[in-house]
C-alpha cells in the first residue's frame, strides 16, 4: 500500500512512510522498509497464501520482526491470507486482538525512540479495509456497509489533510483510496440492487476530485444501462470517449483506454441484442491485450447468444491456455463448465480433467467448487428466451445433438438420436442449467463489478480478485 519506496501501492506498509518526494526516501526497496518484505511481496502475487501463513508463523516463532510497523506488515499479510482462504473466523479473531486502530499504541509519536521525527499513524490501509470488510463475510451486511463509510470519511480527512500541507504524492495516493473504498460501497449496494445510491456516490465523487477519470464515468454508465437508462448510459460512454479525444486518460494507459471504449460499446450492443457487433468490440480489445478477461469472457457469451457454443468454448479453453495466470478465476471457468455441461455427453470427464489442469496451477485461494456447476435447473419459462435462441442449428457438430430432443419434450426422437441412453431428460421438461442462465442474464453485471474493481492486484495485495465477481 503506501511506503516511500518507488512502488508506494504495492505494500500494506504504514501510512506515514508515504513522502512528498520519492527520489528522497531513505527506503530503496521493500525489503529496506520491512524484513523480508519483498519475498511475501512475491507469494502474495503468486496466491502462495499457505506458504505466507508459514512465512509469518516462522517470523514470529523465531522473533525475527523487531519494530512495531514490522509486526504491523507481517499481521496484515497473514490476515490477507486467512481471507483468501476464507478462514474468516479466524481473521476476525485476530482482528480483535488489536483492538482500536486509532490506539495511540498505533501511533509513531509513540515511539519516539524507534521513528523519531515521525508521526501518524502505522496501521496499514489494507488492514482498515479489510477490518470493514471482514463482517459481511459472517452475515452482518450492514456492520460492513457503517465501517465501509466510516472509512469512506477517513480516507477524505486525509485527502485533505495531505492537500492542504502540500504533500501531493501522500494526496493522490489517498485519493485513489478514496475511490477504491467508494467502488467497495457501490459493489455492496449493487449486490442489492441499490442503484440510486451507486449513482450518487458516483456522480459525488466525478463532481469533485474524479471529473478526469474515464473509468469512473464507464461505471456510471453500466449501472445506467442495468436501471434501464440507456439515452444516459449511451451519453455516458460518449463522454469517456470526448476525454479520450482531449486526452484525459486519467490513470489509464493508451490501450487500457481504447479497450474500455469498445468494452462500453460491445454493452450498447448487447442491450440491442446485437450480439455480432458485440463480438466485434470484444475482438478488438483481445488484439490489444490478450490479457483483457472482461472481453474474453463476454465475447465467448455473446457467441453462445450466436447459437455458436462450440466457437464460445474455444475462446474460454484458448484464454486458460494463453494466459492462465489471467484467465483462471471462478467466473470464467463456471462458465466454461455450464457450456461443457450443454455441449457434450461427457461432459464429466472433461470437466474432471479441466479440474486436475487446474489443481496444478490454480492459487490457494481458487474456489474448485465453482465448478459443480450441475445442481440447478431453471424452467425455460422464466427466461426471456427460448432454446432455439441458444441451440446450435448444425447437430453434425455435435452441439446440442442431445439436449434438443430434452428440451423439446421429443422423448422418441431421443431415443433415435446417434446418443443412445440419453432419452430421458436429466430432469424435468423444457430446462436449462441454472448456472448458464445466470451467466446470460448477469453478462452486464460482470462489466459493472469488473470495472469497479478496476485496482492492480498489487495495490490492495489481492483483496479482491476480479475473478469473483458474478
Known amino acids: 500500500m503506501a511506503t516511500d519506496a518507488p512502488s508506494e501501492d504495492s505494500t500494506p506498509a504504514a501510512d506515514g512512510f508515504i513522502a512528498s518526494d520519492p527520489l528522497s526516501s531513505p527506503f530503496g526497496s521493500l525489503n529496506d522498509l520491512c524484513y523480508e518484505l519483498s519475498s511475501l511481496q512475491e507469494l502474495a502475487t503468486r496466491g502462495s497464501w499457505r506458504s505466507i501463513l508459514d512465512k509469518v508463523s516462522r517470523a514470529r516463532k523465531l522473533s525475527l520482526l523487531q519494530k512495531p510497523h514490522e509486526h504491523l506488515c507481517y499481521f496484515s499479510y497473514n490476515v490477507l491470507a486467512l481471507i483468501k482462504l476464507r478462514r ?18 498505533y501511533q509513531y509519536e509513540s515511539h519516539p525512540d524507534v521513528y523519531p521525527g515521525r508521526s501518524g499513524s502505522m496501521i496499514p490501509f489494507a488492514l482498515r479495509w479489510i477490518h470493514a470488510e471482514i463482517p459481511l463475510k459472517l452475515g452482518k451486511r450492514q456492520e460492513t456497509l457503517d465501517r465501509l463509510y466510516t472509512l469512506l470519511d477517513f480516507a477524505r480527512t486525509r485527502v485533505d489533510e495531505k492537500g492542504s500541507r502540500g504533500l501531493g504524492v501522500s494526496a493522490d495516493v489517498w485519493k485513489r483510496r478514496e475511490v477504491f473504498v467508494v467502488n467497495s460501497i ?12 451507486c449513482v450518487s456516490l458516483i456522480r459525488q465523487l466525478l463532481s469533485g476530485r474524479c471529473r478526469d477519470d474515464p473509468a469512473l464515468v464507464s461505471k456510471l454508465g453500466c449501472i445506467q444501462l442495468q436501471i434501464g437508462d440507456l439515452e444516459g448510459a449511451k451519453a455516458s460512454f460518449e463522454l469517456v470517449e470526448k476525454m479520450g479525444k482531449e486526452e484525459r486518460l486519467g490513470s489509464l494507459s493508451e490501450i487500457e483506454f481504447k479497450n474500455l ?42 457467441l453462445m447468444y450466436l447459437r455458436d457454443l462450440s466457437d464460445s468454448i474455444k475462446v474460454l479453453e484458448n484464454a486458460l491456455e494463453r494466459v492462465p495466470t489471467v484467465a483462471l478465476n471462478e467466473t470464467l471457468v463456471v462458465n466454461l463448465c455450464s457450456m461443457y455441461e450443454l455441449a457434450y455427453v461427457n461432459h464429466s470427464d472433461i470437466k474432471r480433467t479441466l479440474s486436475n489442469w487446474i489443481a496444478r496451477v490454480a492459487p490457494d485461494d481458487f ?76 453478462i452486464g453485471v460482470l462489466q459493472i463489478r469488473l470495472f ?18 458474478i
Open 88 to 105: 474468516y473466523g479466524d481473521v476476525s479473531e485476530e482482528l480483535a486482538s488489536l483492538e482500536d486502530l486509532d490506539h495511540s499504541i
Open 452 to 469: 469497479s474493481l478496476s485496482f492492480s492486484q498489487s495495490q490492495i495485495l489481492g483483496v479482491y480478485k476480479t475473478s469473483t465477481v
Open 186 to 197: 457501490i459493489g455492496h449496494h449493487l449486490s442489492h440492487k441499490e442503484f440510486g445510491v
Open 367 to 442: 474456489d474448485s467448487s465453482c465448478m459443480n456447476v450441475g445442481f440447478g435447473y431453471v424452467p425455460l419459462t422464466q427466461l426471456k428466451l427460448g432454446y432455439k435462441d441458444l441451440a446450435k442449428k448444425d447437430p453434425e457438430k455435435g452441439i446440442w445433438t442431445h439436449y434438443l430432443p430434452v428440451l423439446k419434450g421429443d422423448q422418441r426422437r431421443a431415443a433415435s438420436s446417434n446418443n443412445p441412453g440419453l432419452h430421458q431428460p436429466r430432469s424435468s421438461c423444457e430446462t436449462l442449467p441454472h448456472y448458464i442462465i445466470r451467466s446470460i442474464y448477469r
Open 261 to 302: 471504449v469498445n468494452r462500453n460499446k460491445a454493452l450498447v450492443y448487447l442491450v440491442g441484442k446485437d450480439y455480432v457487433s458485440a463480438v466485434r468490440e470484444y475482438e478488438e480489445c483481445i488484439e490489444r491485450d490478450g490479457s483483457d478477461v472482461v472481453a474474453i469472457n463476454n465475447k465467448a457469451l455473446c
